[in-house]
């Protein structure tokens, strides 16, 4: 059986960790995205449900795509992770994860928010809790201009 030193060990927990952060920031966006479409076909205005609407329907497409965005940069980050033959790749796919989770992250959030109206700003709302949840994993995962100058530092070295 193969045994890793110390600082091997620090850093296999700590990108555990932030791939954590990434799929918990996955679930939100997910939980927002079926909240949001749930309240699109239900409520109704000028007599037909707000979903049908161009830019209703375009904004909650955009969340698809971000939503989407964050699942498929975390699997990839995960799955690299698992391989463990390619620490850089490795490294490289979860401050992909790390941006995603963040920038997009916050994109579907807001649009969940803007899409119910004041509702989605009432505190025992749980588009407001997804709100939250978010604002916190993106206060622990740090921006995504950050994940942004580490991966360009990562590409250039």
Known sequence: ??????????????????LGRCAMAWGIAK??????AAY???????????GTFQAVSQRAGDMYI??????LAVLAAAFLADQGDDAARATEALWTARY????AGHR?????????GGTG???DYPVYRCFLRARRLELGLGTAREALTELGELLAA
Do not use: K
Request: glycine letters at 8%.
């Open 31 to 36: 939980m927002a995205l079926s909240l949001t």
């Open 100 to 103: 995603f989770a963040t920038e």
């Open 66 to 71: 971000d939503s989407q965005a964050i699942e």
């Open 40 to 50: 699109c076909r239900e409520r109704e205005q000028f007599g037909a449900p707000i």
């Open 108 to 116: 579907v959030v807001a649009a969940a928010q803007h899409l119910h």
């Open 1 to 18: 059986a193969s045994q890793i030193g110390g600082a091997d060990a620090v850093s296999f927990l700590v990108s555990r960790g932030v």
């Open 121 to 123: 700003f009432d505190r």
